[in-house]
């Protein structure tokens, strides 16, 4: 079966835009989640999705912020773009909350 | 809140063994969980850790000992393509069932 898809792959954007990410979890999975990875920082938590309902929300500014569909597609979208907002996005997908979590291969943001 | 402890590097040769350890501080713990990353890829689950003791899949184990907050990821048998980064990860009951990641071990095979 397909796996998790996440569009666009790569991205430059300039200080102060917005960007949306997209991610497509896995047939059936209904549990979606968002990391900010970064050389210095590691895996970030940024929000999971369960149903279309935001479950959790990890420490991060409101500039960020994210939704679920009801087909379990998932946004992401970050507004007024800061050049520490370059990372990498992954977004993981799951049926509901196990352990066992499968990744996409990710958003590459560079912000100018 | 919670916070997980890992090496941050590690460098072993072929066919040795290596351990990263992990330690975790969480106010509702559900379990410890390990990801594999190879470089411009995507995190891949290793195994996965809710009761103390040993878990063996293949080459790789996982250990959990939940009285002192830590586990390891033991590689046996190492080989070139086990270079990659390594994370422990932790489900907190009390954090919302929030899956936090430490900050990663990069592992570095040498012939």
């Known amino acids: 079966k397909a796996g998790v898809t996440q569009t666009p792959r790569y991205l430059i954007k300039t200080r102060g835009q917005q960007v949306t990410l997209s991610c497509s979890p896995i047939?059936?999975?209904?549990?979606v989640s968002w990391y900010q990875q970064t050389p210095g920082q590691g895996l970030q938590f940024l929000f999971e999705?369960?149903?279309?309902?935001?479950?959790n929300k990890g420490n991060f500014p409101g500039r960020f912020s994210g939704r679920q569909f009801s087909n379990s597609r998932s946004e992401m979208n970050v507004s007024t773009l800061e050049l520490g907002d370059s990372a990498l996005y992954l977004c993981?997908?799951?049926?509901?909350?196990?352990?066992?979590?499968?990744f996409g291969a990710g958003s590459r943001l560079t912000v100018l | 809140g919670q916070s997980l402890e890992q090496p941050s590097e590690v460098t072993a040769v072929e066919g040795a063994i290596v351990q990263i350890n992990c330690t975790y501080q969480?106010?509702?713990?559900?379990?410890l969980s390990w990801y594999q990353q190879h470089d411009g890829g995507a995190p891949t689950f290793l195994s996965y850790n809710a009761l103390d003791g040993l878990e063996e899949t293949g080459r790789f184990s996982s250990f959990l000992s939940r009285s002192d907050s830590y586990g390891y990821l033991l590689l046996q048998e190492l080989q070139m393509k086990d270079s990659a980064s390594y994370f422990c990860a932790v489900r907190d009951g009390a954090a919302g069932n929030m899956l936090t990641f430490g900050g990663g071990t990069r592992l570095m095979v040498k012939p």
């Open positions: 993981a997908s799951s049926l509901d909350r196990e352990n066992v979590l499968t």
């Open positions: 047939s059936g999975h209904r549990s």
């Open positions: 999705y369960f149903s279309e309902t935001q479950r």
């Open positions: 969480t106010s509702g713990f559900y379990g």
